[in-house]
């Protein structure tokens, strides 16, 4: 029997409040997050994923409260991130009642980061998050990707979107899994907030390259999404904020749904 496929809302946390926008940008308030991480927990969210995601940009440490307030609203599996900066940063959180911490900034700056957390609290509990954005242009040495719109390569960015690295980031999954990463959170920047789709292209080409979970992000505007992220994007897990955070279609729906279409979800 195929392992389940999970169905994670995501709360982008800045100033207390939930917030949402497009692309990286043009923010709106969402929400309470120890509301909605209730409110996803009691309908049936697989898991939760919390994003302080000024925190990296602005060098403040995570909301300490606020994770501690979610963690006991919920009785799901719950991933932190934002402003992890060091094993200390990581321990904080997870002893703040998180599963598992998410790296991204700190990881591309000094990737030994993600063997030593590995080490530490084993790779189950290090998630590795990118943020991609596709780049047409034709630099030597990236890995070219041909999509519906031409040959490109996908570049990570850090700082929550507002600094290009130049990095591959299908280079960099190869290399974050040879140093431990125990999941992906693969963010699609041209996607995000758009609600017209995953990028499907970047979610394949890393699923079919790495051996472990690959959480698609950036794009879900309705069902129909989620079952393309899982088919045609191969993605372990599908991850999604505003279709959620204003009911356009609750968790049972979507999840009702793809069980109709043959989807392996659990309860």
Same mark, same amino acid.
């Given at each position: 029997?195929?392992?389940?496929?999970?169905?994670?809302?995501?709360?982008?946390?800045?100033?207390?409040?939930?917030?949402?926008?497009?692309?990286?940008?043009?923010?709106?308030?969402?929400?309470?997050?120890?509301?909605?991480?209730?409110?996803?927990?009691?309908?049936?969210?697989?898991?939760?994923?919390?994003?302080?995601?000024?925190?990296?940009?602005?060098?403040?440490?995570?909301?300490?409260?606020?994770?501690?307030?979610?963690?006991?609203?919920?009785?799901?599996?719950?991933?932190?991130?934002?402003?992890?900066?060091?094993?200390?940063?990581?321990?904080?959180?997870?002893?703040? %009642? $998180?599963? #598992?911490?998410?790296?991204?900034?700190? @990881?591309?700056?000094?990737? !030994?980061?993600?063997?030593? &957390? +590995?080490?530490?609290?084993?790779?189950?509990?290090?998630?590795?998050?990118?943020?991609?954005?596709?780049?047409?242009?034709?630099?030597?040495?990236?890995?070219?990707?041909?999509?519906?719109?031409?040959?490109?390569?996908?570049?990570?960015?850090?700082?929550?979107?507002?600094?290009?690295?130049?990095?591959?980031?299908?280079?960099?999954?190869?290399?974050?899994?040879?140093?431990?990463?125990?999941?992906?959170?693969?963010?699609?920047?041209?996607?995000?907030?758009?609600?017209?789709?995953?990028?499907?292209?970047?979610?394949?080409?890393?699923?079919?390259?790495?051996?472990?979970?690959?959480?698609?992000?950036? %794009? $879900?505007? #309705?069902?129909?999404?989620?079952?393309? @992220?899982?088919?045609?994007? !191969?993605?372990?897990?599908? &991850? +999604?904020?505003?279709?959620?955070?204003?009911?356009?279609?609750?968790?049972?729906?979507?999840?009702?749904?793809?069980?109709?279409?043959?989807?392996?979800?659990?309860?």
């Amino acid at each position: 029997m195929p392992l389940a496929k999970r169905i994670i809302p995501c709360l982008d946390v800045t100033g207390g409040c939930v917030v949402k926008g497009v692309n990286f940008l043009q923010l709106k308030n969402a929400g309470d997050p120890v509301e909605l991480a209730k409110r996803y927990s009691d309908a049936g969210a697989d898991e939760l994923v919390f994003l302080d995601i000024t925190a990296s940009s602005d060098n403040r440490d995570t909301l300490r409260d606020i994770v501690e307030g979610v963690a006991n609203a919920i009785n799901i599996p719950f991933t932190v991130g934002g402003g992890i900066r060091n094993e200390s940063d990581a321990r904080l959180v997870l002893c703040s %009642g $998180a599963d #598992k911490t998410s790296v991204n900034t700190a @990881a591309v700056e000094n990737p !030994k980061l993600i063997s030593k &957390l +590995a080490d530490l609290f084993g790779q189950q509990c290090v998630v590795v998050a990118i943020d991609a954005k596709r780049n047409y242009t034709k630099p030597k040495g990236k890995i070219s990707v041909e999509t519906a719109k031409g040959d490109c390569w996908f570049e990570v960015y850090t700082y929550g979107g507002r600094k290009p690295t130049g990095i591959d980031a299908i280079q960099w999954a190869l290399k974050a899994v040879e140093l431990g990463a125990g999941e992906f959170l693969l963010t699609s920047m041209d996607c995000d907030g758009t609600e017209n789709g995953f990028d499907l292209e970047l979610t394949r080409v890393i699923s079919e390259r790495v051996n472990v979970p690959v959480i698609a992000s950036g %794009g $879900a505007g #309705k069902p129909e999404h989620f079952l393309e @992220a899982f088919t045609k994007g !191969k993605a372990d897990a599908a &991850l +999604a904020a505003s279709v959620f955070h204003y009911n356009k279609y609750p968790v049972p729906v979507v999840k009702d749904y793809l069980r109709k279409m043959g989807v392996t979800i659990r309860p």
